[in-house]
């Protein structure tokens, strides 16, 4: 895995939480942007989803992420949390958002269903 998962709850409501260590040489920094490194939407995108996969230890896929709002650069070797809440209204959809210390740099909702097999 290009991070580490350093711990991981849930709430009595379901809320989700990870702690979450992206090392400065996962290859998500190479060439995005050299000499100033940072972590692609793509990926906090993609860490969101496991988080709530390793919750629920479902193989899920994402249906939609909407709302999705990227407030501050994340660098190399950030210690970051991860909290994820269901909605109520919605079954599978999820208010995330990601945190560096306190500050949110970056939120949305994420719809998930679980991931069909075909057999072949």
């Not at 379901?14 to 939407?41: Q, R, T, Y």
């Not at 496991?50 to 896929?61: G, M, P, S, T, Y």
Request: charge should be neutral.
């Amino acid at each position: 895995m290009w991070y580490m998962l350093k711990e991981m709850n849930e709430s009595d409501e379901n809320e989700i939480s990870a702690g979450i260590e992206v090392p400065s040489d996962s290859p998500w920094f190479d060439g995005h942007f050299p000499g100033e490194p940072i972590l692609p939407g793509v990926a906090q995108i993609g860490m969101v989803l496991d988080a709530i996969r390793n919750a629920h230890n479902q193989d899920l896929k994402i249906s939609s992420v909407r709302r999705v709002r990227f407030k501050r650069i994340i660098r190399p070797a950030d210690r970051l949390k991860i909290i994820a809440t269901p909605l109520k209204q919605a079954v599978g959809s999820y208010s995330f958002r990601i945190l560096i210390r306190d500050e949110t740099v970056c939120s949305g909702v994420m719809t998930v269903e679980e991931l069909k097999k075909f057999n072949v």
